[in-house]
């Protein structure tokens, strides 16, 4: 479990972009669903005559007049778009919420401890550049790099009672 919650520490830069990702993604497609120009250019593209999309809303909408033709290719683009954000929601849903715990969870930790978790894992630093990094900005009294590892492996010893549910969940 250990190696688990220091993994996942070392995994968080980038989770963190694939979580800001999905959410400019998601962003992105709720835009689109507001400007109806964005959706007909995004799904409606003539020159693509043969996409997926259009053959499906061309049977759909076939025997219709112009203007039933053309709000039913909106509210399909609209069920589209929709079903685009919730899968994309539900795809990113566990990364965010890991994101979430163990931010939340380093929090619980002082910022001594903090630095040396992020300096190490999240930084990826050799312990060498951590104890140079570390005793660079806490000038009061120079640490070791064994020093400071016995101080993350405590650290990380706090963390666990607090991921570990979250961890246990992901393993059902």
């Avoid at 994309?88 to 965010?96: D, G, S, T, V, W």
């Avoid at 104890?131 to 101080?151: Q, W």
């Amino acid at each position: 479990m250990k190696k688990t919650i220091i993994n996942g520490l070392k995994d968080l830069k980038n989770k963190e972009t694939v979580v800001n990702a999905s959410k400019e993604r998601i962003n992105a497609l709720e835009m689109t669903k507001e400007y109806e120009e964005t959706a007909d250019d995004l799904f409606f593209d003539e020159k693509a005559d043969d996409s997926w999309i259009i053959k499906f809303i061309k049977q759909k909408s076939s025997k219709k007049s112009y203007i039933e033709s053309n709000l039913i290719r909106k509210e399909e683009a609209i069920k589209i778009i929709d079903k685009l954000i919730e899968k994309e929601k539900r795809e990113n849903l566990i990364i965010e919420l890991e994101v979430n715990q163990i931010t939340k969870a380093l929090e619980s930790l002082d910022e001594k401890e903090r630095t040396i978790l992020k300096l190490k894992y999240i930084d990826n630093l050799t312990w060498l550049n951590v104890e140079f990094k570390y005793n660079e900005i806490y000038e009061e009294s120079y640490i070791t790099f064994s020093g400071l590892r016995k101080i993350a492996n405590k650290a990380v010893d706090k963390l666990f009672p607090i991921l570990k549910p979250f961890y246990d969940m992901q393993n059902l």
